[in-house]
């Protein structure tokens, strides 16, 4: 089982490495996005390089910074914004926790990386950020807690459900673009 474990991990942190789950487009949309409000642009940029632990506990209160984290916190997907493009991320939540699982379960071995990279990028650079942050038993429980809470935004676009997140901390409202 440990093999098993070690192996998936070690495919999928070489392929992350060479760039195979980069997802230029979807981080270029979200650093878009993110550039509309440079607080939560911010924020964001801390969780993903300190952890959203740590920011939850060094936020102070009443900042964007702490609402921010207090909801992704919260939230039973609030880990999975770590990964970069999770913002526009256009999977349907149940969807993606399903391709995740699918991921984490299966065993990787060299014949299935070019269906894995076909199917499952998506889900597998979220399973690679869940093992970094908590190891691999403690992702399969995440993965199972998240899977029986996200009931009421099941068909939500996982972007669409962080983007609202973010939203309901930002100070301003978001500037609207109109075509003239």
């Given at each position: 089982m440990k093999f098993k474990c070690l192996l998936s991990t070690t495919t999928l942190l070489l392929l992350g490495g060479c760039?195979?789950?980069?997802?230029?487009?979807?981080?270029?949309?979200?650093?878009?996005?993110?550039?509309?409000?440079?607080q939560l642009q911010q924020v964001v940029e801390q969780i993903r390089s300190r952890g959203l632990d740590v920011v939850a506990q060094s936020a102070a209160a009443g900042t964007v910074?702490?609402?921010?984290?207090?909801?992704?916190?919260?939230?039973?997907?609030?880990?999975?914004?770590?990964?970069?493009?999770?913002?526009?991320?256009?999977a349907k939540v149940a969807?993606?926790?399903?391709?995740?699982?699918?991921v984490m379960e299966q065993k990787?071995?060299?014949?299935?990386?070019?269906?894995?990279?076909?199917?499952?990028?998506?889900?597998?650079a979220y399973a690679k950020s869940l093992i970094e942050q908590q190891g691999v038993e403690q992702a399969m429980q995440s993965l199972k807690q998240m899977a029986l809470a996200i009931e009421?935004?099941?068909q939500q676009d996982l972007g669409a459900h962080f983007q609202q997140l973010l939203l309901e901390c930002k100070a301003t409202p978001p500037a609207t673009i109109s075509a003239n």
């Amino acid at each position: 089982m440990k093999f098993k474990c070690l192996l998936s991990t070690t495919t999928l942190l070489l392929l992350g490495g060479c760039g195979y789950f980069g997802g230029d487009e979807k981080q270029q949309l979200e650093q878009a996005w993110l550039a509309q409000d440079p607080q939560l642009q911010q924020v964001v940029e801390q969780i993903r390089s300190r952890g959203l632990d740590v920011v939850a506990q060094s936020a102070a209160a009443g900042t964007v910074s702490a609402c921010v984290a207090e909801k992704l916190s919260q939230d039973p997907l609030g880990k999975l914004v770590s990964v970069e493009g999770a913002l526009v991320e256009s999977a349907k939540v149940a969807e993606l926790l399903d391709d995740l699982q699918k991921v984490m379960e299966q065993k990787v071995s060299f014949d299935q990386v070019a269906s894995l990279l076909q199917k499952g990028a998506d889900a597998a650079a979220y399973a690679k950020s869940l093992i970094e942050q908590q190891g691999v038993e403690q992702a399969m429980q995440s993965l199972k807690q998240m899977a029986l809470a996200i009931e009421k935004f099941a068909q939500q676009d996982l972007g669409a459900h962080f983007q609202q997140l973010l939203l309901e901390c930002k100070a301003t409202p978001p500037a609207t673009i109109s075509a003239n």
